[in-house]
């Protein structure tokens, strides 16, 4: 009874268009006084907990990071460095803003940024070439998908956060994924190229690659500061978000110069809007999850689902098609906070390895991120690329079977998010 009031609440404050912080707030709250036993402060101290969480601080700071890039120049020198590199190949231009989606990914840690700040260069670039309009949104739409699952991402922040995972393990294991979705998406572009003889430029000499690569040195250094300092033991991962944030302000205003003194202020208003924002949803979800935990619901569930003797591959198969629900109907952070404290009890005892749950969850949430009706990449690809959200959404459709064969993938070869980990921190 307690758990269907609980759930049901949040469905119908949810289809009620209340925000989904406040939702997540009135639900634990009436669940709380009708059916549980503590009283009204314990809420209030575990939403002032929900601040005082250390992996938490890491998000803020990624953040204003991402924010200082996006503001200066950092994306257009890492285009220029990714298109120097792939121009060109037949095709090019596409596989070239899918490689800066994966270079300014590990340095925003987030996919609508990632989006704006390569789709705004990139889709008017490809569409001078020759290309359509609506090809070069989906491609940028599904690489700016990345941001969530290249290291830094803020969604692997709040996961390891809420369910006490090493946030560093869980960066190191999106590498490879990262790397491959990267991959699996140019070769796809390639042969689409060849079939349907997209543009390609002249031959880009290496004199060319140099000059751009010198000038996205400074941007493609934070990757190297960040995660070079987590695995190097330099800095935690809550640090190396500190560390990216002063990082990124520098090289904003003092190097690039894209910055000046007097635009700072608007960049850390606009950082501090969208934090407020999440902290608040985080906030919110701690309290949901402390109605979760002391009325039992996940010990409920999990009886539940070992009494169905249910092996690993079939439960895997269960939370995909939750998280792909989930992620249809609200953005991943909430999607994370809510179920991952339902979920993550079940994959222990399952025997399922804390960090390659986590790695399936953001690769879940990336689809999450191009599925109407609340995917946020298409409704800032729409607004990038002039298209109606229609529109965006008939161009990302056709890459959710390559999204969702690489979900596949991700959740039955294990070693493709472990093997780094076990690598480099002798899990």
Known sequence: MTVTFLIGALLVFLAMRVPVAISLGLASVLTLLLFGDQ?????????????????????????????????????????????????????????????????????????????????????AGMVSAGYSRAYATGVVTNAGTLGILIPPSIVMVVYGAITETSVGALFIAGVIPGLLLTTAMMTVIYFLARRDNLPKRDATSWREVVRTGREAFWGLLLIAIVLGGIYGGVFTPTEAAAVSAVYALLIAVLVYRDIGPREIPDVLVRGARVTTMLMFIVA????????????????????????????????????????????????????????????????????????????????????????????????????????????????????????????VVVTYIPAISLFLPELMLNR
């Open 39 to 123: 009283s009204l402060l314990s809420l209030a101290q575990r939403f002032n907990h929900a601040t005082e969480v250390y992996p938490l601080l890491a998000v803020p700071f990624f953040i204003l990071a991402g924010t200082f890039l996006t503001s200066g120049g950092v994306a257009r020198r890492l285009i220029a460095f990714a298109t120097a590199i792939t121009g060109w190949i037949r095709g090019g231009l596409a596989m070239g803003s899918v490689l800066a989606c994966m270079l300014f990914a590990a340095v925003s840690g987030s996919s609508p940024a990632t989006v704006v700040a390569v789709g705004s260069i990139t889709i």
């Open 284 to 407: 919110n979800a701690y309290l949901f999850a402390f109605v979760l935990t002391t009325e039992q619901i996940p010990q409920e569930i999990s009886q539940a689902v070992l009494a169905a003797e249910l092996p690993p591959w079939a439960f895997l198969i269960l939370v995909n098609v939750i998280l792909l629900v989930a992620g249809n109907l609200m953005d991943p952070t909430s999607v994370v906070l809510i179920l991952a404290p339902i979920i993550f009890p079940l994959a222990m005892n399952l025997g399922i390895d804390p960090v390659h749950l986590g790695i399936i969850m953001v690769v879940n949430m990336e689809i999450g991120m191009v599925t109407p009706p609340v995917g946020l990449n298409l409704f800032v690809a729409s607004g990038v690329s002039n298209l109606s959200l229609t529109q965006v959404i008939r161009a990302s459709l056709p890459w959710l079977v390559l999204l969702l064969g690489f979900l």
